[in-house]
């Protein structure tokens, strides 16, 4: 079992690896840079990650909780099932976007595909199971046409929505991120046009 002082120690170094890959990039930041900061020798470090792609290889992309944030009264204003699915989607645009930034996702990114993981690929099941009831709502209501079932809709829309973060964190997009997968989504579910909204409405 491990002491608050070891998982104490593991965090710094994690904060450190991402403060410093912030400030210098993923290919400039090296392992005694990591240890300099956190004031630690390498052999410590070396106790709690094999590498420096084992800090972003397993890095926690924890999606935002659909309750008890800041988002919730927006969800709870929306006029419709549509709205409310773009404001949690919009949220994890800002989590990717705004919270970790391009740096520590290319970093993940770097780390992931070096061990052939996706970092940030599956959505939680307690997610999905959250999101799900919106969609199956949609669709009862006539506002996504698609018939095909809530949970396969979503996975597919999370597979654009990750490849979407993919070419923004490469600069490969060459649009707005939010109006991408807006679209994108809204393609994917064929969602009614009347329904159609402008997203400055949630910026």
């Not at 070891?6 to 991402?18: G, P, W």
């Not at 740096?103 to 970092?119: D, E, Q, R, S, T």
Request: charged share 25%.
């Amino acid at each position: 079992m491990k002491t608050k002082r070891a998982n104490d120690t593991k965090q710094a170094i994690l904060d450190a690896a991402v403060k410093l890959v912030e400030e210098k990039g993923y290919a400039e930041t090296s392992i005694l840079d990591i240890c300099k900061e956190c004031g630690i020798t390498k052999p410590t470090f070396y106790y709690y990650y094999k590498s420096k792609e084992d800090i972003f290889e397993n890095f926690d992309f924890h999606y935002l909780p659909l309750s008890g944030y800041s988002a919730t009264p927006q969800i709870l204003r929306a006029e419709n099932a549509w709205q409310q699915l773009w404001i949690m989607s919009k949220n994890a645009v800002d989590q990717f976007t705004l919270v970790y930034g391009k740096p520590v996702l290319l970093a993940a990114m770097a780390a992931g595909i070096c061990k052939g993981k996706n970092p940030f690929m599956s959505v939680p099941d307690d997610v999905m199971d959250t999101i799900v009831p919106f969609v199956e709502r949609a669709q009862r209501e006539g506002i996504i046409r698609s018939r095909k079932g809530a949970r396969e809709l979503m996975e597919r829309s999370n597979l654009v929505f990750v490849g979407t973060i993919y070419m923004w964190v490469t600069n490969e997009l060459k649009g707005d991120i939010y109006q991408e997968i807006y679209d994108s989504m809204r393609i994917i579910l064929d969602i009614d046009p009347k329904y159609d909204f402008p997203i400055e409405m949630y910026k």
